[in-house]
């Protein structure tokens, strides 16, 4: 088992940028693909982008892309989300996830097993 933990949340303006990250340990960081998802309050949690643990590749929800980008340090044990032009829709709790390998699908929350405790992210029109 993987521990998540998401730091990097706080309150901006609309238009404004945070960068969120998420520090792994307990497990071979280069062996899990790693996802952000985000929850709204009264929303079911949806996929926002996640980057695969062989080649790095990169996978986003519509509503991010071109905003958002995700990376990883394997040297640091660290996935970040770099989210500028934020919107207030982007309100949410942001939550890191690993999935070892490919042993699910990249997008879907249910197919991860490790996930952070979250990191609020509050976007003021």
């Known amino acids: 088992q993987v521990r998540l933990v998401e730091s990097g949340g706080g309150l901006v303006q609309a238009g404004g940028s945070l960068r969120l990250s998420c520090v792994a340990s307990g497990g071979t960081f280069s062996s899990y693909s790693m996802g952000w998802f985000r929850q709204a309050p009264d929303k079911e949690r949806e996929f926002v982008a996640a980057?695969?643990?062989?080649?790095?590749?990169?996978y986003y929800a519509d509503s991010v892309r071109g905003r958002f980008t995700i990376s990883r340090d394997n040297d640091k044990n660290t996935v970040h989300l770099q989210m500028n032009s934020l919107k207030p829709e982007d309100t949410a709790v942001y939550y890191c996830a690993a999935l070892f390998t490919s042993s699910g699908r990249l997008t879907q929350a249910t197919d991860y097993v490790n996930w952070g405790q979250g990191t609020q992210v509050t976007v003021s029109s």
């Open positions: 980057i695969s643990w062989s080649f790095g590749r990169t």
